[in-house]
């Protein structure tokens, strides 16, 4: 009987420890009716962190689960307006500007984004740790008309990149749901 107790607790624990091992926080606005059909675009995602091109790499996850998931065309924001550099982040005025670019393209919606952390977290292990928010945009009035939030980490061996697409493929569900045509 005392054999069987100790393997309970120890299954409890190394179950434990798993779940705790690989921790998401995710909180995802519903999303609203999209007009199927509808012209989409990506305005580059802001980096909040310390990573280069965190932004960029972000961006290209989320534009592909968009096209995939959703099969709908999304037109990328040229690159060449896109000021994310080593040294400095992109500004609020080239937020405005991308915008501005999504009208002057007669898109109808846009998805927006920023990485506040994009990074393997120091110690043994070397988790995979991504936050992101995302943002869809109604072009024409500026409006935020659907938003998520994640943040997570990975286990020790796992992909940087595989965790930001498990993160961001969970959080534009509900979008990729509403705009499928």
């Known amino acids: 009987m005392k054999k069987q107790g100790l393997r309970f607790v120890m299954s409890l624990a190394a179950?434990?420890?798993?779940?705790?091992?690989?921790?998401?926080?995710?909180?995802?606005?519903?999303?609203?009716?999209?007009?199927?059909?509808?012209?989409?675009?990506?305005?580059?995602?802001?980096?909040?962190t310390?990573?280069?091109?965190?932004?960029?790499?972000a961006g290209m996850i989320a534009e592909?689960?968009?096209?995939?998931?959703?099969?709908i065309a999304v037109k990328r924001y040229p690159a060449r307006l896109d000021a994310e550099s080593l040294f400095e982040p992109?500004?609020?005025?080239?937020?405005?500007?991308?915008?501005e670019w999504a009208r002057g393209?007669?898109?109808?919606?846009?998805?927006?984004?920023?990485?506040d952390e994009w990074r393997y977290k120091v110690g043994i292990d070397g988790e995979p740790a991504v936050g992101v928010t995302l943002q869809v945009i109604d072009v024409a009035s500026g409006e935020v008309i659907w938003s998520a939030t994640?943040?997570?980490?990975?286990?020790?061996?796992?992909?940087?990149?595989?965790?930001?697409?498990?993160?961001?493929?969970?959080?534009?569900?509900?979008?990729?749901?509403?705009?499928?045509?």
């Open 105 to 115: 393209e007669r898109l109808r919606y846009a998805l927006a984004g920023s990485v």
């Open 90 to 99: 992109a500004e609020r005025k080239e937020a405005d500007a991308a915008l």
């Open 64 to 71: 592909s689960l968009l096209r995939s998931g959703s099969g």
């Open 50 to 57: 310390e990573t280069p091109q965190a932004g960029q790499r």
């Open 150 to 181: 994640g943040g997570g980490t990975g286990w020790s061996r796992e992909a940087l990149s595989a965790v930001a697409q498990g993160m961001m493929r969970k959080l534009l569900a509900p979008v990729i749901a509403a705009a499928r045509p």
């Open 15 to 48: 179950g434990m420890l798993l779940l705790l091992g690989a921790c998401t926080t995710v909180d995802i606005g519903k999303a609203p009716p999209l007009e199927a059909g509808a012209s989409w675009g990506m305005l580059p995602f802001v980096n909040h």
